[in-house]
């Protein structure tokens, strides 16, 4: 009996599975148990011709070829490979010692020659956390080098004959720096400070203002002013691209994957689906950005699924056979029209449509989306003198730097807030509850009586289910003294802002005293982040 390492793509990740091949009597030919679909099912007389057209014999027996283990879905060309090896060490035309312990993946050609499948990044981490060897179609290399596992790519089963494998080539020099630049846009600072600040803290942002604005060329150009992904990063977003099909260059080079999916995207093409299920553009989106060009000509229905993805990160697709997870943690740009005719608002041209018209077009994106934008910028057409100014705006670079600032500041600023005693977390927490007094006896944080009262009496008209830990946390870093509280539930009130409303100001706000690398949020810093946030919450 022969028995491969071999693996099959289930989300974004490869999952074990032994093809095990036994020679037997019967009629001749070939079946595949195992949970199999349609592709492996037809690996059957792929296999048989490429060993005959490769030199091999196939015996005129029965043969069952079982894919371990049988309660997993097996999907993909890729299993013709493995099932080809099983057959010839089944048959004694090859010695196991030849492919030992690697796991095989490839689908194979008529004439023997051996292809590469979908989700070789995935295959590929899958053989380094099982401490194997990994045997494939010639390919480039992918994430890990010769020092950390052993990768031998096969031409074609012929070349078994020889135990002639080759070796993955190099990858082709990384791609260059993009060549567009926020210095291109003249004017619109407010929305160039807005998209520093949303990629400063991750908030979600929506661009709103009429058709040649420039909505569409500042979001294309966020990738510039974010800095380059990690490495864990570049492993999960180049996996992600690697089972969807798609080039992962530029992310292994360290660049933010930018994804803009038509307005008429289907929610299995925006959220993920299919069969065999595969990952949509808010998982390609992970760990960069997606832009929703035209928001409100999208399918009520597919708007509203986004609010799972931008709360948890991940999208859960329940399906008959188990629910499949795929990561989906990105940076959500929006960019709309404030109506049908585009021009409301606008002062150089009369807007057409009538006042049920705007209300119902600004209605599309539904309160629920529209609450979890932390930012709303009004993005106004320039004037022609600012556009025949280009290439003199506010560049990318110095953008950039203040997000890099920013991010450098907040990971010094939590690593401290960690070191500091756990209870006064906890105490501040208490005050949130409205107690008259801390049961456990912890330490109350240092701050002043008369703010603790503050906080006693106004904190707890937020939901509740914003003073959970994170909630709790993030109130905690900012440090507001009973000045910005009162100013915080001022505008609260006025803008009718909401529980999550009230947070994400607070998160912006977080964000914005970053940049300038303040420890405290001041009232500017909240002024600044409920600007943005009473634009939402009136246009909702």
Same mark, same amino acid.
């Given at each position: 009996m022969g028995c491969i390492h071999t693996a099959t793509i289930s989300g974004v990740e490869a999952l074990p599975v032994t093809v095990e091949v036994s020679i037997g009597s019967?009629? @001749?030919?070939?079946?595949? &148990?195992?949970?199999?679909?349609?592709?492996?099912? =037809?690996?059957?007389?792929?296999?048989?011709?490429?060993?005959?057209a490769s030199g091999f014999e196939v015996p005129q027996r029965h043969m069952v070829v079982n894919l371990a283990p049988s309660s997993l879905k097996k999907t993909g060309s890729g299993f013709d490979l493995p099932i080809a090896l099983g057959i010839l060490v089944a048959t004694g035309q090859l010695a196991p010692e030849v492919i030992g312990e690697r796991v095989c993946v490839g689908e194979l050609s008529l004439n023997g020659s051996v292809r590469a499948v979908k989700g070789l990044l995935a295959y590929e981490k899958h053989a380094h956390d099982s401490g194997r060897g990994l045997l494939t179609a010639p390919v480039e290399r992918g994430v890990y080098d010769a020092s950390q596992q052993e990768h031998l790519c096969l031409d074609s089963l012929a070349s078994l004959h020889t135990a002639d494998f080759s070796q993955p080539c190099e990858h082709a020099a990384k791609p260059a720096a993009m060549d567009i630049d926020f210095c291109e846009i003249d004017g619109n600072d407010v929305a160039k400070r807005a998209l520093q600040i949303a990629a400063a803290g991750l908030h979600g942002i929506l661009l709103v203002g009429p058709p040649g604005s420039g909505k569409s060329m500042m979001a294309s150009r966020i990738p510039t002013i974010l800095p380059p992904l990690g490495e864990n990063e570049r492993i999960e977003s180049a996996m992600i691209h690697s089972v969807a099909g798609l080039p992962f260059d530029s992310i292994l080079a360290g660049h933010q994957p930018f994804r803009s999916p038509h307005h008429s995207a289907s929610q299995a093409g925006l959220m993920g689906g299919g069969s065999p299920a595969s990952p949509g553009e808010v998982s390609l989106a992970h760990n960069g950005v997606l832009f929703l060009d035209e928001m409100p000509e999208f399918g009520n229905a597919v708007l509203q699924m986004l609010r799972q993805p931008i709360e948890s990160g991940i999208v859960s697709l329940a399906r008959a056979r188990g629910t499949m997870v795929f990561p989906a943690r990105f940076l959500l740009v929006g960019a709309a029209n404030p109506c049908p005719c585009g021009y409301y608002g606008d002062a150089q041209r009369s807007c057409r449509c009538t006042p049920g018209q705007i209300t119902a077009y600004q209605a599309r994106i539904g309160g629920p989306l529209m609450d979890r934008f932390d930012l709303i910028v009004n993005v106004w057409r320039s004037d022609p003198t600012q556009v025949l100014r280009t290439g003199r705006g506010t560049s990318s670079a110095t953008l950039r730097e203040g997000v890099l600032r920013a991010r450098a500041f907040r990971a010094q600023r939590e690593k401290h807030l960690e070191?500091?005693? @756990? %209870?006064?977390? #906890?105490?501040?927490?208490? $005050?949130?509850?409205?107690?008259?007094?801390?049961?456990?006896?912890?330490?109350?944080?240092?701050? =002043?009586? +008369? #703010?603790? *009262?503050?906080? /006693?009496?106004?904190? @707890?008209?937020?939901?509740?289910?914003?003073?959970?830990?994170?909630?709790? /946390?993030?109130?905690? *870093? $900012? !440090?507001?003294?009973?000045?910005?509280? !009162? %100013?915080?539930?001022?505008?609260?009130?006025? %803008?009718?802002?909401? !529980?999550? !409303?009230?947070?994400?100001?607070?998160?912006?706000?977080?964000?914005?005293?970053?940049?300038?690398?303040? +420890?405290? &949020? *001041?009232? #500017?810093?909240?002024?600044?982040? &409920?600007?943005?946030?009473?634009?939402?919450?009136?246009?909702?």
């Open positions: 019967g009629l @001749p030919g070939i079946s595949i &148990v195992g949970m199999p679909d349609i592709a492996v099912q =037809e690996a059957r007389l792929r296999v048989r011709l490429a060993l005959i070191q500091r005693a @756990p %209870y006064a977390l #906890e105490a501040l927490t208490s $005050c949130f509850t409205d107690e008259e007094t801390n049961a456990k006896g912890l330490p109350l944080p240092r701050i =002043e009586d +008369e #703010e603790i *009262s503050a906080k /006693r009496t106004s904190l @707890p008209r937020i939901a509740a289910e914003e003073l959970s830990g994170k909630g709790a /946390r993030l109130i905690a *870093s $900012c !440090g507001l003294g009973s000045r910005e509280l !009162g %100013y915080l539930e001022d505008m609260a009130r006025h %803008y009718h802002l909401s !529980g999550r !409303g009230i947070m994400r100001a607070l998160a912006v706000a977080r964000t914005i005293a970053d940049i300038e690398e303040k +420890e405290i &949020v *001041s009232t #500017e810093h909240l002024l600044e982040a &409920v600007m943005f946030r009473g634009d939402a919450e009136e246009g909702s």
